[in-house]
């Protein structure tokens, strides 16, 4: 019933910047927090950066200064401005979102869901 829909992936040159999205939909009353993860070849999936529905905002150290996260919480939607993009950043990237509150029927549920990951390559 709730689903995350990424975009916003690509090829980028160092230096250089993409905005990753992800929506959330469903019948869906509250997310505590929606964050970005990334996994690269051969690594353990890691935390880029995270939102809470009140704006407190964490990021991973090796992000800090260069990305950005925001959040719109009328349209369920979190996004990942990344700036000065190393290549070092290469992963696929998910979308998280943390204790969706969401209506199934008559009964409310909570859980956690993951989006379909995004890849975000930076080469010259």
């Known amino acids: 019933q709730v689903q995350l829909v990424e975009s916003g992936g690509g090829l980028v040159q160092p230096g250089g910047s993409l905005r990753l999205s992800c929506a959330a939909s469903g019948s869906i009353f509250n997310i505590n927090a929606m964050g970005w993860y990334r996994q690269a070849p051969g690594k353990q999936r890691e935390l880029v950066a995270a939102?809470?529905?009140?704006?407190?905002?964490n990021y991973a150290d090796s992000v800090k200064g260069r990305f950005t996260i925001s959040r719109d919480n009328a349209k369920k939607t979190v996004y990942l401005q990344m700036d000065s993009l190393k290549p070092e950043d290469t992963a696929v990237y998910y979308c998280?979102?943390?204790?969706?509150?969401?209506?199934?029927?008559?009964?409310?549920?909570?859980?956690?869901?993951w989006g379909q990951g995004t890849q975000v390559t930076v080469s010259s």
């Open positions: 998280n979102a943390d204790r969706v509150l969401y209506r199934s029927g008559k009964s409310f549920y909570t859980d956690d869901y």
């Open positions: 939102a809470t529905s009140d704006g407190r905002t």
